[in-house]
């Protein structure tokens, strides 16, 4: 969501985050690497292209990059990760904390994060609600 607006770099670098965060848990499920698919389609081809696809050695020097960018960039990139971390239902400690970590080092307010997760719960309520609107015959 809103990936669109990261430079080259930034993409990049959060492409190494999600691929931390779907892995940080164990073997990606599914449901994970159908999230990975729609993000990499909306990073681009140039980005997938030139990316490794390896998680990074030091994910600390990963978030500490975002550190210096901008509030609206570690909201984007926030909000893609806790979307990560909540797409298969299963809420893992080790997501749980690094999401926690990177919410510190993003200075990103208990209220900001609260918010950005409801984004994320609403978006996914809205995508069910259509899901139900497009199989139930009665609404079409």
């Known amino acids: 969501m809103f990936l669109g607006l990261l430079n080259r770099k930034e993409k990049l670098k959060f492409l190494d985050l999600a691929i931390y965060m779907i892995d940080v848990d164990g073997e990606p499920t599914l449901v994970e690497k159908r999230l ?5 389609a909306e990073l681009g081809k140039e980005i997938v292209d030139e990316y490794t696809f390896t998680r990074s050695d030091d994910v600390d020097m990963t978030i500490q990059f975002f550190t210096d960018s901008n509030k609206v960039v570690r909201n ?3 909000l893609n990760l806790s979307k990560i ?3 298969d239902d299963f809420y893992n400690t080790s997501e749980h904390i690094l999401l926690e970590k990177i919410q510190k080092a ?7 994060r609260r918010e950005l997760i409801k984004l994320v719960y609403e978006e996914k309520d809205l995508r069910e609600k259509v899901k139900r609107a497009l199989e139930d015959e009665e609404t079409i």
């Open 36 to 40: 990975l698919e729609t993000i990499k």
């Open 106 to 112: 993003f200075q990103i307010t208990p209220e900001k």
């Open 76 to 78: 984007i990139i926030f």
């Open 85 to 87: 971390m909540l797409v």
